[in-house]
């Protein structure tokens, strides 16, 4: 592995050096070849089970090599804390994958850091494959997100409300550059480093702004927002729940972070909560643009000193972006149901209809996803069309209605639909069993869940397997962060 270290070059002001504590009996569970391959990892190394065990447990550093902690603060449910890190998270360094893209390598639950703060630095045997399982669902859903590598068990337990078998889980990500990483220089007052990780974070993730452009930090923020937005309608379009979208666990680069206590919607609802931390419902899944919103304020924040050397006039220019989130994201939004509903181009599409149809599925309590995939059938289906009449009511007659007015064949419509909607999604239900029979040492059954995932809006041999709705719709379904 051909490391490279360009963020640990930024000082010694963003990060601590610490190895990784060892553990006792590494063993690989769960391993990505593609991934792999596409950051040109050594074949050799690909079919070397042990190695990669020793080097993805923390055992043993791969040459070139720099085990890092990264510095960053992060507001937790709304309340600031100016000094947070990783506090169980190893960066190895940056690798630069076959089209020349840069990412980093992480390793997680591989021991305390100085940013434990009491912590053991451990992580249980399930959030490591959860968070496996879940990023490449979304992955393969075309949601931007960080990705897994390897999970490697360590051969000892890990104490929380009870005794787990512990697992050390390896993150790919674009970089771990977080609204929490500006926010820890700006509490700081440390304006030395808050412009270089600005001009950093430009060359690495959005090299199209000129050096020399005087409004180039404003034209980062505006981009900054554009990858946040999008995120969050991808999330929206496939019923995906964060559940802690904290500042610190928002990247810069629009990618999906932290999968501890996150979740799939089954039946819709905007106020649907899952996590067991998230009381008030600050995170439900309707939620999820407001919150967002906010957390690019916050990020604004730290970039004025830097868009103006007249203070209101930086605040101004500023509100005024923050501001336009709202249409921005509205526009993305309408867009995005459109497509659901087979409307490639919405701008003569009536929206009216896309919010009585999610509101008929609130009050009949319909599964999201079976429901526009049936839709989608019930273009070609007569039977499924009137079930989903006497379901929906009106407004279902309405939708054909639109696209009939808007001269868009069922074939058509049907294409867009099933390139939309996914046939298959990581159910809560599912994802619990299959950690549950990983516990109980097969593995297998993550690898055959797995598989189908990677083609969401394919029908497969097994796809059937892992569509069925949970018996109580989730009603009682709770999720943890697993630290």
Request: proline residues 4%; aromatic residues 10%.
């Amino acid at each position: 592995m051909n490391f490279s270290h360009s963020y640990s070059q930024l000082g010694k002001e963003f990060f601590q050096r610490v190895l990784p504590t060892p553990v006792t009996a590494p063993q690989l569970l769960l391993f990505n070849d593609e991934l792999a391959q596409q950051l040109a990892l050594s074949p050799a190394l690909i079919s070397d089970s042990k190695l990669l065990a020793q080097y993805f447990s923390g055992n043993l550093l791969p040459e070139q090599a720099n085990a890092i902690a990264l510095t960053y603060a992060g507001h937790q449910f709304g309340g600031f804390n100016p000094q947070l890190g990783d506090g169980r998270a190893h960066l190895l360094g940056e690798l630069i994958d076959q089209s020349g893209s840069r990412f980093d390598v992480q390793l997680k639950g591989s021991g305390q850091t100085p940013y434990s703060r009491q912590g053991d630095g451990r992580c249980p045997l399930g959030p490591a494959i959860r968070e496996f399982i879940m990023s490449e669902a979304m992955f393969h859903l075309n949601v931007p997100t960080t990705r897994c590598l390897a999970v490697v068990a360590t051969g000892e337990p890990v104490y929380r409300q009870q005794t787990s078998p512990g697992a050390v889980v390896t993150r790919v990500a674009s970089s771990h550059i977080r609204v929490g990483t500006f926010q820890y220089f700006s509490a700081q007052g440390d304006r030395e480093s808050l412009e270089k990780l600005i001009n950093y974070t430009i060359s690495r993730h959005f090299d199209d702004i000129a050096g020399d452009d005087p409004e180039r930090v404003v034209k980062f923020l505006n981009k900054v927002i554009d990858k946040q937005i999008d995120l969050i309608i991808e999330w929206l379009r496939v019923g995906f729940i964060h559940g802690v979208m904290n500042t610190d666990n928002t990247l810069i680069n629009g990618e999906t972070i932290d999968f501890g206590p996150c979740a799939m919607m089954g039946t819709y609802h905007p106020g649907t909560v899952y996590s067991s931390i998230d009381s008030q419902g600050r995170y439900a899944f309707g939620n999820q643009a407001q919150i967002a919103n906010w957390n690019m304020a916050r990020f604004a924040e730290t970039l004025i000193p830097f868009i103006d050397n007249d203070q209101e006039q930086a605040i101004s220019l500023v509100q005024e972006i923050i501001y336009g989130f709202v249409d921005q994201f509205n526009q993305k939004y309408q867009q995005m149901l459109a497509s659901k509903l087979g409307v490639r181009d919405n701008h003569k599409f009536e929206h009216q209809v896309a919010k009585d149809i999610l509101q008929a599925m609130q009050e009949r309590s319909l599964d999201y996803t079976v429901t526009f995939v049936q839709l989608a059938q019930s273009l070609t289906d007569k039977d499924v069309a009137d079930k989903l009449h006497g379901q929906l009511g009106k407004c279902y007659q309405q939708w054909r209605e639109q696209l009939n007015m808007l001269a868009i064949d069922a074939q058509s419509a049907q294409r867009v639909m099933q390139q939309t909607n996914p046939l298959v999604i990581p159910r809560n239900h599912h994802v619990e069993q299959v950690l549950a029979e990983c516990e109980n040492g097969n593995i297998d059954a993550a690898i055959k869940f797995i598989q189908v995932l990677k083609s969401p809006y394919e029908q497969l041999t097994d796809t059937h397997l892992y569509q069925d709705l949970p018996i109580d719709n989730d009603s009682g379904y709770r999720t943890f962060c697993g630290t």
